[in-house]
């Protein structure tokens, strides 16, 4: 509770700071907040770890290892926060290290993919993107009303966890989901293992046989003040994350005004038609930085087949 | 009357008392079956879900079409009897038994299916301690719990009276476990006036009970499908669509019910051409309803043509088109012809319909679930062949194998402990067996 009362302080003098300075303040290699003064359960002694633009920094020990709540914590969201994401698919190149990162930082095998990059088209003459694909943490979430069990559940701070402890892996949230979603351990993967920590739905990690498991927006990384793997991973700050009570989201280099971002970018939220209500807001893909095909470079060839049947690949032969 | 019973019984005597040598093979043939499927079963266990053919597309496969499957079976076991037995149809008697015990042998092993896809089993206990009202599977757990309990006090009702018969026949050699055993259970019954009558009211009751208990059952499980917003399974037809297709294969598996056992226990005397005709009007009538349901859930798809519902149905008439033609049009037009046109209708010709009846709607059931599966709202994007395209494996094979050789067994057994047919008053109502056909 303490330190998240200091996060919480933290944050609204950064946000302070932030609207003092405008938008588009440098935070330090994808820290979400500065923590002012010395947080609770530092331990003094510093390693040096490097940051995603390849910085060198030195943080205190006890910032390495996350601090892991308990399953019952778990269900009680971080309070006074409503978690959103937004992804400008006009920056997306198909890199794959938000896939990459969120694997390393849940313990995944290579087949269980929280983050997935789709190339979509959405029509014969319209352009084609590269749409990359978090669970959207609906506020009105099918998968939630249909579990049996209560296995998983929507938090006040909006993200939607799974327990697996209490899943029974019957797979209707993965048949209620519309998004293609959820995942399941089809057997005992040996990446489980690498996870010495106690589980917590907040960090979906370790994973377990036989029990559904899906992204969780890395509350484990907020609550310490820090943004989601795939939003720190990303070399091209594609992903932006924040609170929409604060009206702020960042990708760790820019800070934006949720609101105004949405408004000046023409920001939606995927398949809005379904009523779902999804917390994850996509910037339609103008203002390319990078043409589609580049998304193809640079990929195993087991990733490149995925998209071989896309519309886009087959008439450019790709 | 007692008489007559008592003939009938002395008839019946040895399907009770002895088993053939052909009998014991193909008892033992069956267990061998089951034998394999325990064998897949623990390799599923020990090996993890992964030798199955689902994965986190389609990750429900035939273990959830089979369940379906059975449980219509049963539901339709209910429905047939449950209504033959209010109506009082008059040549119901040496069928309705059959149809009891479909029921209920469905009922064990439907279930059984879903347990399949279960990735937990050893948390199933958890439904029940943190089972949420909210959850369709919740509504599944209570309706299916109330419908085996429902259906088995039916059953035992409509048992009674043989039961009583057979512990009152003292000609009937069998071990003395066995007398015993009906005698318990035939809980003192002794057919007095007293009796007879709040017998008949409980049956009454119970029969009206389990048409209503059948038809909720059902429609629960196809809401299960469209509660979701999958295309092609968010549908409001498919409550009653689900009940019907039901109904439709177990009047199906009743006719292949009744001509083995005609066949083996030669039953010519009692079931008959007008029992083979009656059901295959029951099944023709079906058949059409069912035609109209598909033609009706496909064409309000087709004809609106939202992109996702076209994906569905161009996969249906490209990847999926012989399953789509057998489930939908032949299963359909089958009995029709062969039933509604006087000369086909012989007694192997309507068995055979059945057969394909029974296909065409497992089929049926593979095309509503497997096809959405394929193709959710955003496209596959998988290299791996098996993550998008599903095949099932030889272990979901070697269980559904094994489930119809559970039935079939515990068919066989039944038909050694109780006769196929019904004994208790069947007599009176031959005179009047010609009112209907």
């Known amino acids: 509770m303490e330190e998240q009362g200091t996060n919480k302080n933290s944050r609204r003098q950064f946000l302070k700071k932030g609207l003092l300075a405008g938008a588009g303040v440098a935070v330090g290699g994808g820290i979400l907040t500065v923590n002012a003064g010395k947080p609770a359960g530092e331990s003094g002694e510093k390693v040096k770890v490097m940051t995603t633009k390849g910085e060198i920094m030195e943080v205190d020990k006890a910032m390495l290892k996350l601090p892991r709540v308990s399953i ?39 087949s269980q993919e929280f983050m997935k990059v789709y190339l979509l088209q959405d029509a014969e003459k319209t352009s084609p993107y590269w749409f990359p694909k978090p669970c959207f943490h609906c506020d009105n979430p099918l998968c939630v009303s249909v579990c049996p069990v209560g296995a998983t559940f929507k938090r006040t701070d909006g993200i939607v966890l799974i327990d697996n402890n209490r899943c029974i892996g019957c797979k209707f949230c993965m048949t209620g989901c519309p998004y293609s979603t959820r995942v399941f351990a089809w057997k005992h993967y040996p990446e489980f293992d690498e996870d010495k920590e106690p589980y917590s739905p907040e960090a979906s990690s370790p994973g377990k046989e036989g029990t559904v498991s899906k992204c969780d927006f890395c509350p484990d990384l907020i609550r310490v003040g820090k943004v989601p793997y795939c939003v720190s991973a990303c070399p091209m700050g594609v992903i932006y994350f924040g609170d929409v009570d604060e009206d702020t989201v960042t990708n760790g280099t820019e800070t934006f005004q949720f609101s105004e971002l949405i408004r000046d970018r023409a920001g939606y939220r995927y398949l809005e038609v379904l009523g779902t209500r999804p917390c994850v807001y996509y910037l339609p893909p103008v203002e390319r930085q990078f043409p589609v095909d580049r998304g193809f470079n640079d990929l195993d060839v087991s990733v490149k087949n995925r998209y071989i049947n896309t519309p886009y690949a087959k008439k450019h032969k790709l | 009357m007692e008489n007559n019973e008592q003939t009938l019984l002395k008839e019946f005597a040895p399907q009770l008392e ?60 209910a429905l047939i009897s449950g209504t033959l037995h209010l109506f009082k149809t008059a040549w119901r008697k040496p069928v309705i038994r059959m149809a009891e015990f479909i029921t209920i042998i469905s009922l064990l092993i439907g279930p059984g299916y879903i347990l399949l896809c279960i990735g937990r089993l050893d948390k199933l206990y958890y439904l029940v301690l943190f089972g949420r009202i909210q959850s369709p599977i919740t509504w599944d757990v209570i309706a299916i719990s109330t419908d085996i309990f429902g259906c088995f006090i039916f059953l035992y009702l409509a048992l009674l009276r043989d039961l009583a018969n057979m512990r009152d026949f003292e000609e009937l050699q069998l071990p003395k476990w066995r007398k015993k055993f009906y005698k318990i259970i035939a809980l003192g019954y002794t057919g007095t006036d007293e009796q007879k009558k709040r017998l008949e009211r409980a049956t009454d009751i119970m029969a009206a009970m389990v048409i209503a208990i059948a038809i909720i059952v059902y429609s629960v499980l196809a809401w299960i499908f469209s509660v979701t917003l999958q295309p092609g399974w968010h549908s409001t037809i498919f409550g009653p ?197």
């Open chain 1, 72 to 110: 019952a914590e778990s269900h009680h969201g971080i309070p006074g926060k409503k978690f959103v994401m937004v992804i400008d698919l006009g920056k997306c190149k198909n890199a794959r290290k938000c896939v990459e990162g969120c694997q390393r930082g849940h313990h995944l095998p290579k």
């Open chain 2, 241 to 437: 669509y689900f009940v019907i297709a039901a109904v439709y294969s177990g009047s199906a598996v009743l006719i292949l019910a009744m001509w083995f056992f005609r066949k083996v226990y030669h039953l010519e005397k009692y079931i008959t051409k007008k029992h083979f005709v009656a059901v295959g009007v029951i099944m023709l009538v079906l058949a059409a309803f069912f035609g109209y349901f598909t033609f009706s859930d496909y064409l309000t798809k087709w004809y609106g043509s939202e992109k996702n519902d076209e994906l569905l149905i161009q996969l249906l008439f490209k990847e999926f088109y012989w399953p789509f033609i057998i489930s939908n049009y032949i299963g359909v037009l089958l009995p029709l012809i062969v039933v509604g046109i006087a000369k086909f209708r012989t007694i192997t010709n309507i068995t055979i319909t059945a057969v394909v009846v029974i296909i065409a709607l497992w089929l049926n059931r593979y095309l509503i679930v497997v096809p959405t599966l394929q193709s959710p709202y955003l496209p596959i994007q998988d290299s791996r062949i098996e993550w998008s395209i599903y095949s099932s494996t030889w272990v979901e094979w070697s269980l559904t194998a094994a489930g119809i050789a559970l039935f079939c067994l515990l068919f066989t057994i039944a038909s050694k402990f109780i006769p196929i047919v019904t004994i208790a008053g069947n007599t009176q109502e031959t005179k009047s067996e010609d009112v209907l056909v």
């Open chain 2, 18 to 77: 002895r088993t053939s040598i052909q009998g014991y093979i193909w008892i033992l043939f069956l267990i061998c079956v089951i034998g394999i499927g325990v064998f897949a079963f623990i390799q599923q266990v020990t090996k993890g879900h992964e030798v199955t053919g689902m994965r986190d597309n389609v990750v429900w496969g035939i273990y959830i079409v089979n369940f379906i499957f059975f449980m219509g079976v049963s539901y339709a076991g």
